[in-house]
């Protein structure tokens, strides 16, 4: 099946700092997705983005297809981002998600 | 916006007995419902689809007849955890699939149920 790595697996950052995070997929996708995953467990839908780039505020992201990456910027961080970032990716005529490995980020006042 | 509920949030559990986790799509019709099995610090491990009348679809390594899935409603899927074990203990989540325009298709997760196995 697709691999999905993430990087970097951990982040601290300092309230006010900006980040990247990447997603690495192994296989064409017809689908990619990022998520918040907040302390209690619940999934937040962020980013739909197969290809191009989307902004949301001080959230972005930019999926090169063809190069089997996604990357999701933030920018200005609050101590309300921290939690675990998720990607995931669906293939072909599956419909199901595979996530990836995750980004753990704790922002710090 | 759709909305997925879970139920129950947190259960506890003697070793040997069954839980029923039960999600809900409350304001569409979900054909196809997911369930993911997270350990801490882990990401999300897809443990089976759920079809609408049909039986659900495992992914290989997870056991059907532990983990019993019944989707019997447009709106309902539930996961029955048989015979439990200390090493059932895990954090289970599910997801609704919802069609939207253009082709794009929506996923909307559940809040999660904490299983502790004693």
């Known amino acids: 099946g697709i691999q999905v790595e993430q990087s970097p697996p951990d982040l601290i950052l300092q309230e006010g700092a900006n980040s990247t995070l990447r997603c690495n997929f192994s296989d064409s996708v017809n689908n990619l997705q990022w998520f918040h995953q907040n302390p209690w467990g619940q999934l937040i839908n962020l980013f739909y983005i197969p290809s191009g780039t989307k902004q949301n505020g001080r959230l972005s992201a930019t999926t090169v297809a063809t190069e089997r990456y996604s990357l999701l910027y933030i920018s200005s961080s609050q101590t309300t981002d921290s939690g675990v970032y998720f990607c995931?990716?669906?293939?072909?005529?599956?419909?199901?998600?595979?996530f990836g490995t995750g980004t753990r980020l704790q922002v710090t006042l | 916006g759709a909305v997925v509920s879970q139920h129950p949030s947190r259960v506890i559990c003697k070793s040997g007995t069954s839980v029923k986790i039960e999600c809900r799509s409350l304001?569409?019709?979900?054909?196809?419902m997911f369930w993911y099995r997270q350990f801490p610090k882990k990401s999300l491990m897809l443990m089976a689809t759920?079809?609408?009348?049909?039986?659900?679809?495992?992914e290989q390594g997870v056991e059907k007849d532990k983990f019993l899935i019944n989707h019997a409603s447009l709106t309902l899927s539930t996961l029955t955890v048989t015979s439990a074990h200390p090493e059932d203990s895990s954090f289970y989540i599910c997801?609704?699939?919802?069609?939207?325009?253009?082709?794009?298709?929506?996923?909307?997760f559940g809040s999660g149920t904490r299983l502790t196995v004693v």
């Open positions: 304001d569409f019709q979900a054909t196809t």
């Open positions: 995931a990716v669906s293939t072909g005529t599956a419909s199901k998600l595979t």
């Open positions: 997801s609704a699939r919802e069609p939207r325009t253009g082709g794009r298709v929506g996923y909307t």
């Open positions: 759920s079809n609408e009348g049909s039986k659900a679809t495992y």
